[in-house]
Structures are given as C-alpha cells and as structure tokens.
C-alpha cells in the first residue's frame, strides 16, 4: 500500500510563504500525475494543483501567480510552495499520487492564514 505524507503546514500571517512537501512511500516515477488539493471547513475538496510525470503543471484559478508546484525527482518528493498567502487559503491540504491503476491520498496538513 502507498503511504503519502506531507508536511509543512502551520500558521502563517496573511501575506506570508508556506512550503508544503509530500513524501510517497514508492518511488515517485509510479505515479503519472501528483497533485495537491484542499479542503476548507464546511466545503468540498477542490484541486490547487497538479504536476504530471514530464512536469507538466495545471493550477487552480485562485492560486495562479501565487502558489508553485514543483517534484524533485532525485529527492523523491513533491512540493507547494505558497506564496501571497489570503485567509480564504485556511484549510487541510491534501497531496494525491496517481498510478496506471489507483490513485492515492495522504492525511493532509492543516493551512492556517490569520493575523
């Protein structure tokens, strides 16, 4: 079973950077599209982010210009850096891995943007 963990999530003002990581327990060239997605409280999940394998990148309308997502290969990770952070970016982000045959999702870590 793939295990996904992430990290990086905290309390940051608005204005502030936050850069979150997901860790796969197996190798990241598995996963054909790895993405991030959040879920605010009271809301659905929606998409922030994807990245395909060739890293291709698609973003969310609310987060272009301000959130990046990158993989490191050779660090078998993949990242959300967040910038320009807003109070209505306050939620669990969630990173998921998808392979020829299942998709995947971590825990989540909680994304607090308050003053």
């Known amino acids: 079973q793939v295990q996904l963990v992430e990290s990086g999530g905290g309390l940051v003002q608005p204005g502030g950077s936050l850069r979150l990581s997901c860790a796969p327990s197996?190798?990241?060239?598995?996963?054909?599209?790895m993405g991030w997605y959040r879920q605010a409280p009271g809301k659905q999940r929606e998409l922030v982010a994807t990245?395909?394998?060739?890293?291709?990148?698609n973003y969310a309308e609310f987060v272009k210009g301000r959130f990046t997502i990158s993989r490191d290969n050779a660090k078998n990770a993949m990242y959300l850096q967040m910038d320009n952070l807003k109070p209505e970016d306050t939620a669990v982000y969630y990173c998921?891995?998808?392979?020829?045959?299942?998709?995947?999702w971590g825990q989540g870590t909680r994304v607090t943007v308050s003053s």
């Open positions: 197996s190798n990241i060239f598995t996963f054909y599209n």
């Open positions: 990245i395909t394998s060739s890293s291709s990148t």
């Open positions: 998921k891995a998808t392979t020829s045959r299942n998709s995947y």
